[in-house]
């Protein structure tokens, strides 16, 4: 689906989607736990529908209730079941030990998910009793995941640690070494926080995570999801280039690393506000350059470039290498994007610098598959000097389903233009 934006003024609030990273563990959570679970969940997404998939063909049974989704736990063990994890790499990396620890299951996936690598965590899963049939999709795990102690490097996706935490409870005591310094640890806290609701004991430090033995997952009865602070990151970076928008649900203590926005935004000369459940920003005549450390923040660098393409001075997003290995090369894509609206950008290494103009042109934008390419396009584009196009408009069902009825409802001038068949 190919989208034309017109530029236009973003005026109004909307509510922040469920985050996806808590939506993931909080499933997961209950389809293990002893009993029957609430969660309040008023909307998902292509990734959390694959998780719920993956977690019924294991055995858990799920009812939608309104706003809540009651989650019916795995009675029984069912030998070898299939998962197709769709494009979602959460539900890959966070399933792969759970079904191990299970007696095993097949995996398969679409899109890029074939091509991420998976060793570091599929070595582990060898040496701990598990037959795994290779490294990336398609592949199978057989046997029964041991306890005990494992080692990862910081490094690596924060997603193979969560994995082996989460199948901790129906293994035994597991240690987890971390080799270096841990990137992206704002997502370890988030399964930590979740895996306490749930009952389970967690310890960590600087270089290991460890799971106490003798646990089990006992469900809150209720939980809830919270809003996702980065999918929030695009309509609040449309209100600074174009207006004021305020969005709901988006908690100021929350653990999960994507708040970031807001001091971020602060940085760059943006007025905003902030109470205990919502942020409002306002348009911004003037935007400072900045310089950056994404290694723990990589899910936020699509919507930064968008407003600092439209900034004063040279910016500098740093440590950003494992963009590359997202739903798109999203180091490329997001430079591509940025050039593709009339701005310039340019790789150097692992990182994205961007020289900062606000008289961009627009212009016509692939979407490259990719969600937050999408998403950001459409930000980036809102303060150009013309209409632009953006392809495969319809990625943003990856995690947020309802980003065009918002961003229509916010003011935006937006026409299907096209429809690939």
């Known amino acids: 689906m190919k989208m034309r934006v017109t530029p236009f003024r973003a005026e109004g609030s909307l509510r922040a989607q469920p985050s996806k990273s808590a939506a993931h563990r909080l499933l997961i959570c209950a389809a293990l736990s002893d009993r029957e679970t609430e969660i309040v969940l008023p909307s998902m997404n292509a990734d959390m529908e694959a998780t719920a998939a993956c977690l ?37 990396r966070f399933l792969l030990p759970v079904a191990a620890a299970l007696s095993g299951a097949s995996f398969t996936g679409r899109g890029r998910l074939p091509q991420r690598p998976l060793s570091e965590l599929t070595e582990e899963l060898t040496a701990h009793g598990v037959s795994v049939s290779g490294d990336r999709l398609p592949l199978q795990v057989s046997g029964g995941l041991l306890g005990g102690r494992f080692s990862l490097p910081g490094g690596i996706s924060s997603q193979y640690f969560t994995g082996l935490m989460l199948a901790a409870p129906l293994i035994g005591e597991t240690v987890i070494d971390i ?34 033995g003798g646990q089990r997952y006992v469900s809150p009865g209720r939980a809830e999801a919270e809003g996702d602070w980065s999918g929030a990151a695009f309509p609040l970076a449309l209100g600074v280039l174009t207006g004021r928008v305020t969005v709901e649900g988006l908690q ?170």
Request: hydrophobic share 40%; proline share 4%.
């Open 56 to 92: 019924s063909a294991l055995g858990a049974r799920f009812q939608r209730a309104g706003e809540c989704v009651r989650v019916i736990p795995l009675a029984e063990k069912i030998p070898c079941p299939h998962l197709n994890c769709g494009e979602s790499g959460s539900t890959l």
């Open 179 to 212: 080799r270096g310094r841990l990137e992206s640890a704002a997502y370890i806290a988030i399964t930590r926080e979740v895996m306490r609701l749930f009952g389970v004991k967690t310890e960590m430090t600087e270089d290991r995570i460890t799971v106490p």
């Open 252 to 421: 100021a203590d929350s653990a999960q690393g994507d708040r970031r926005i807001v001091p971020l935004l602060e940085r760059m000369g943006v007025k905003l506000s902030q109470d205990e459940s919502s942020v409002t920003v306002e348009r911004a005549e003037r935007l400072t350059a900045l310089t950056q450390d994404v290694s723990g923040i990589p899910d936020m660098v699509p919507a930064l470039a968008a407003l600092l393409m439209h900034a004063e001075g040279t910016s500098c997003l740093q440590n950003a290498g494992r963009l590359r290995l997202k739903e798109s090369d999203r180091l490329e894509s997001v430079c591509a994007m940025v050039n593709s609206l009339g701005g310039r950008a340019r790789i150097e290494g692992d990182a994205l610098v961007i020289e900062g103009s606000d008289h961009c042109a627009g212009g016509a934008v692939d979407g490259y598959g990719d969600h937050r390419i999408v998403m950001a396009a459409l930000a980036g584009a809102s303060r150009c000097a013309g209409p632009s196009e953006i392809s495969g408009a319809e990625a943003v069902q990856k995690s947020y389903p309802s980003f065009w009825d918002d961003i229509t409802a916010l003011g935006g001038t937006i026409d299907v233009v096209g429809i690939r068949e």
